[in-house]
């Protein structure tokens, strides 16, 4: 059986990427471009991919594929219907970041709200010594303790992350989606959240509804000034609105992993925003901690192995 990972690179280097227990080829790439695809999968009965597109031409061109084990929890750059209609079997990863996510959530946060950044660059720059005392004032420096984090999104990250927000003795609150209404007791209306909220943390797919649910109309509803994390998915806010909302102290500050388009190129708002105190852009990583990493990749062999057995596993777009 004929394996082909398209995309090793995506993966860590020092990830170990174990043989599947069956008798196996094994072709691993650290990059393939759009183009080379078609040629790269024409014979593979697996293919093993992060990022690469798999569209509906390349599926159809793919006689031999059957199935096509995805290494991440999204799988918007498969076609997934495609896939179906040729009886390919698409499996994702679930439920391996529960601890990275919510650490690299947190570790935003509390370097906005302590001013770490801004007080280390400050220090690099000799303003300790110039300041002639002890310590100095620069920045703001709050305590999580007593504010309000609002959640966006209640799954397994979003909880994890209110939990430790509550651990934190903050008063944790989840926001129903943009536009819905009836999501239960458990829910505080989405206006009610912006209004309300010291934090807010973003940890919801991206969709049609949920797709700019964050813009500028959105940034004036905040009458707290929170923090605004997102270490979701890129679009979920409009990214061009972030940079006036920081201009007009609508928002305290803003830590984003995720960008629409990653690498996200020079002319792009928010390379506009990597200098300032009260603005984290970080290279879409809060998933890849060595232990989630090193999970995600042996989820992955196991899923293939699953499907060899006959037991296909996380498998997308049933139904």
Request: with cysteine; net charge negative.
């Amino acid at each position: 059986m004929k394996i082909v990972f398209l995309d090793r690179g995506t993966l860590s280097p020092q990830t170990i990427f174990r043989a599947p227990a069956f008798p196996h080829e094994l072709i691993t790439y650290d990059q393939t471009g759009p183009e080379q695809v078609a040629s790269r999968i024409a014979d593979a009965d697996i293919v093993v991919l992060n990022k690469v597109k798999l569209p509906r031409e390349v599926v159809a061109g793919a006689k031999k594929l059957r199935m096509v084990a995805i290494a991440a929890t999204g799988y918007d750059n498969v076609d997934v219907a495609a896939c179906k209609e040729h009886d390919i079997v698409v499996s994702n990863i679930r439920n391996y970041a529960v601890n990275t996510v919510p650490e690299h959530t947190f570790a935003l946060i509390f370097a906005l709200r302590r001013s770490i950044c801004a007080y280390q660059d400050a220090v690099r720059a000799g303003r300790w010594q110039a300041s002639g005392q002890f310590c100095f004032f620069d920045f703001p420096i709050k305590d999580l303790a007593g504010s309000t984090l609002g959640v966006i999104g209640d799954g397994v990250l979003g909880q994890a992350v209110a939990n430790l927000g509550r651990a934190l003795g903050m008063r944790v609150i989840y926001a129903g989606y943009k536009g819905f209404s009836n999501q239960g007791s458990l829910y505080v209306p989405f206006e009610k959240a912006l209004a309300e909220a010291d934090i807010l943390t973003l940890h919801c797919p991206l969709t049609a509804e949920t797709r700019h649910m964050i813009g500028a109309p959105e940034f004036a509803l905040m009458k707290r000034r929170p923090l605004l994390i997102n270490t979701a998915r890129g679009g979920l806010v409009d990214e061009a609105a972030v940079g006036p909302a920081l201009d007009a102290g609508q928002i305290s500050g803003a830590g984003f992993d995720v960008v629409m388009a990653e690498p996200p190129p020079q002319d792009h708002p928010f390379m506009a925003l990597v200098n300032r105190s009260n603005f984290i852009l970080t290279p879409h990583v809060a998933w890849a901690s060595d232990e989630a990493v090193q999970g995600l990749t042996d989820q992955l062999v196991d899923n293939i192995e699953a499907f060899v057995r006959g037991e296909p596993r996380n498998v997308v777009g049933q139904g």
